[in-house]
Every structure is written in C-alpha cells, then in structure tokens.
T-cell receptor
Framework: DVKVTQSSRYLVKRTGEKVFLECVQD?????MFWYRQDPGLGLRLIYFSYDVKMKEKGDIPEGYSVSREKKERFSLILESASTNQTSMYLC??????????FGEGSRLTVL | AQTVTQSQPEMSVQEAETVTLSCTYDTSESDYYLFWYKQPPSRQMILVIRQEAYKQQNATENRFSVNFQKAAKSFSLKISDSQLGDAAMYFC????????????FGKGITLSVRP
C-alpha cells in the first residue's frame, strides 16, 4: 500500500513563527502536492513538484514556500505564520498523471 | 482554466437507500480523468472511483457507480444501499492526462446517512 506520512497531525504556532510541515511518501512517486482545505472552499493547491528540486506554484502560493531535496520528501514552509493560515494542510503524491494518494493531514492553528 | 462545481453543500440519505451526488466541470481538453474522493471525519482522503474520459462505459466499484455525460460535462456519483460508513465529505476532481498534471477539486459535499 502507498503510504504518505505527514509529520504532525496538529500544530499550534504563534503569529510570526516559521513553520515546517513535512511529508514523506514511500512509493517512489514523481509528483508531490500540498493542498490547503478550508470549509466551503474545498481543496486549493498551494505548490506542487514534479521532480527533485523542481517546484511549481499552485493557485494560492502567497505566504508559502516548498522544498524537495529528495524524491520522497516534500516540505511546506510558512516563513512567517499569520492567523489566516490557520487551516488543514494535505500532502499528496502521484505517479505521473492520475490518482492522488493523500496523507492524514496537518491541522495548523496560528494564534 | 478547468473548474469543478459541486453545487450541493450537504445531502442526507436513509440507510440502505440510494443517493446521487452531482458534479459538473468545465474544460477544453478532450482527454482527461475524473475522480470522486471520500474524506471520512478526521480520516484520510481516499479514492472512491475514477473515470477516463475516452471510455464511454461508466465506471463502477461495488456499490459506487458514476453517470458520466461527456457532452454535458457532468459526472455524478451514485451510492447504492447506503451504509453508515458512507457518511463523509465527497469531492469531485478533474485532471487532464498530461504527465505532470494536477487535480482540480470541487468544494465538496457532506453526506450524512440516517440509521
């Protein structure tokens, strides 16, 4: 079975803190994604990566950056967390086009 | 740009009954994938069913089936013999078939199942 593991299920941070969300997949997938999920807004794509050291902006990249130094790991970084970044963050991976495999999600609260 | 629309935010179904969740999409592509994902409360998002646009036959997975109307750009999910475990958020999603494609999701629908 494909396994996508997100490092933290729940985080509480203060405004201005730097936040790292880690994601690891064990199926040698080429593509990895970070989505943000908010009630009434569905899933919105923040960043994605097609290969090591490659990254592409999604629909809402402002306030976020990413890092993919190894194929299996994709990190989402909030350089200076703000309250409007309180949300559920979902990592996913896929082999080329098609089905995404999701992690369990990281619920971030910024106070 | 591709868009996916789920116009109903919530639906409810009686256990053992059938329910249909609606989804429409907009694209200029001719070859693409459509998906329904399920997200149970506080649990991981999982794939329910997938449809390839070039296939005319509607996809089926056990109690789950789709009604794919390509010309109308409609992709509804039918759940037969609803069970309590079907209660979840359901997301419709679209992806073109390019090698580095990404999924576009609808806003989701919350399905409750009445015992």
């Amino acid at each position: 079975d494909v396994k996508v593991t997100q490092s933290s299920r729940y985080l509480v941070k203060r405004t201005g803190e730097k936040v790292f969300l880690e994601c690891v997949q064990d199926m040698d997938h080429e593509n990895m994604f970070w989505y943000r999920q908010d009630p009434g807004l569905g899933l919105r794509l923040i960043y994605f990566s097609y290969d090591v050291k490659m990254k592409e902006k999604g629909d809402i990249p402002e306030g976020y950056s990413v890092s993919r130094e190894k194929k299996e790991r994709f990190s989402l970084i909030l350089e200076s967390a703000s309250t409007n970044q309180t949300s559920m963050y979902l990592c996913a991976s896929s082999w080329k086009a098609g089905e995404l495999f999701f992690g369990e999600g990281s619920r971030l609260t910024v106070l | 740009a591709q868009t996916v629309t789920q116009s109903q935010p919530e639906m409810s179904v009686q256990e053992a009954e059938t329910v249909t969740l609606s989804c429409t999409y907009d694209t200029s592509e001719s070859d693409y994938y459509l998906f329904w994902y399920k997200q149970p409360p506080s649990r991981q998002m999982i794939l329910v069913i997938r449809q390839e646009a070039y296939k005319q036959q509607n996809a089926t997975e056990n109690r789950f089936s789709v009604n794919f109307q390509k010309a109308a750009k409609s992709f509804s999910l039918k759940i037969s013999d609803s069970q309590l475990g079907d209660a979840a958020m359901y997301f419709c999603a679209y992806s073109y078939t390019g090698a580095n494609s990404k999924l576009t999701f609808g806003k989701g629908i919350t399905l409750s199942v009445r015992p």
